[in-house]
């Protein structure tokens, strides 16, 4: 039998978990994973930027456009004249100290590289080479598709080419947004407001190549599947 002086002492509740951190507190990019080489960065970065300005002059021969703020500098490059590579470049100013703010210094730098890098590519290309046919849907198929690859390229070095493409990649990391499908969405709006400016015609050709573009990166970028992302 027990004593009055015996009681029962409930045994000490287990520790709760202490809480990870949340998508958009956690760093950008894992710590512990290996960075890529400066060679391997430089490379990625030369070869996805090269892509791109393909693509651009495939859709400049044609008249068609992109999205992001590619696609912006591309409306205000046919309503005004103004120099494509000129207006790509200011329009992303503003979108590096967001990328500094959420995505460090790391991702911002190389990202400043590239856009300056097809900048003075759009500039010099027409000087390099000319093209002397090109239908509009194989420019918008081949466009898109050197465009999503291209990116690709600068993302897995952590870079990109700045505007949509660092606000999806965020959006990705902070709440799990498929980075393909918010570029989409973005690319797709500004395509449509070429239409103040670029025939009809052009502009379903143009929303063809971002649609190519968007579901190639779509289906080849996802949360988890490569260790630098």
Known sequence: MRSEEEVDVPAPAAPAPAAGPSRASAPYFDPSIHAHTAFEDAQAIFTGVLF???ALILFAQVGLLTGGTAGAAFVLHYATGISLGKLFFIINIPFYW?????MGREFTLKTF???AWLSALTEW???LFAIERLHPAYAAVLGGLLLGSGC????RHRASLGGATIVSLYLQHAKG???GKVQMGIDCVIVLCALTVVDPTRVAYSVLAAV???LFIA????????AVL
């Open 98 to 102: 967001f990328a500094w703010q959420r």
């Open 177 to 179: 947004w498929r980075a």
């Open 212 to 214: 190519v573009m968007n």
């Open 152 to 155: 690709l390229f600068l993302a």
């Open 113 to 115: 590289i590239a856009i």
């Open 125 to 127: 290309s027409p000087k």
């Open 52 to 54: 791109v300005s393909l």
């Open 219 to 226: 289906v080849n970028h996802k949360p988890g599947r490569y």
